[in-house]
């Protein structure tokens, strides 16, 4: 599996933080430098988003990437569907076992069955996950994270 869907769902969480701060427009360069990764990467994901209908773009100066609609109505397995394959597994079979060992030869079925049960539960998670909580649950741990560098910042001054 590649990063596609790490990469949505960064992008759509950070578009959904910035405009639950009032924010707009969120340029591409700032998309790419929050994301961390190859303005190729950003570009081609955002394009899929686009298509599916979860962001919206525009060209120039004040131009940039929104979300096409409210954050509570987009999903994580919106999200996923938009950038992985509908017939994605999240993990790949080699060859099949064509082994003259009775076991070897049905162990291949046996493993996409218990995949197949593992990935229903993890696309109804993603379902049931708006963007705009995953956003918030990011917003929480940043604001976590900061509250303890305080904290500790103020102990280091005390000695």
């Known amino acids: 599996m590649d990063t596609s869907f790490y990469v949505a769902s960064h992008l759509l969480g950070y578009l959904a933080w910035r405009q639950g701060a009032g ?5 591409s360069e700032e998309l790419g430098k929050s994301i961390n990764t190859h303005s190729v990467v950003v570009r081609r994901v955002v394009s899929m988003l686009r298509s599916k209908g979860l962001i919206v ?4 100066a004040q131009g940039g990437c929104q979300l096409a609609r409210p954050a509570r109505s987009i999903s994580l397995a919106d999200a996923f569907e938009a950038v992985m394959p509908p017939d994605a597994s999240l993990i790949n079979f080699g060859a099949s076992d064509d082994s003259e060992c009775p ?3 049905h162990i291949e079925a046996v493993l996409k069955e218990v995949v197949a049960e593992s990935e229903a539960v ?3 998670k ?3 996950t708006s963007i705009e909580e995953f956003s918030d649950r990011v917003v ?3 604001t976590l994270e900061v509250a303890c560098t305080s904290k500790a910042k103020r102990r280091s001054t005390d000695v």
Not at 23 to 27: A, E, G, N, R
Not at 57 to 60: D, F, L
């Open 23 to 27: 924010d707009t427009w969120v340029s």
């Open 57 to 60: 773009t525009r060209r120039g």
């Open 103 to 105: 076991v070897g030869r």
């Open 122 to 124: 993890f696309r109804k």
């Open 126 to 128: 993603l379902k049931q």
């Open 140 to 142: 929480q741990r940043l």
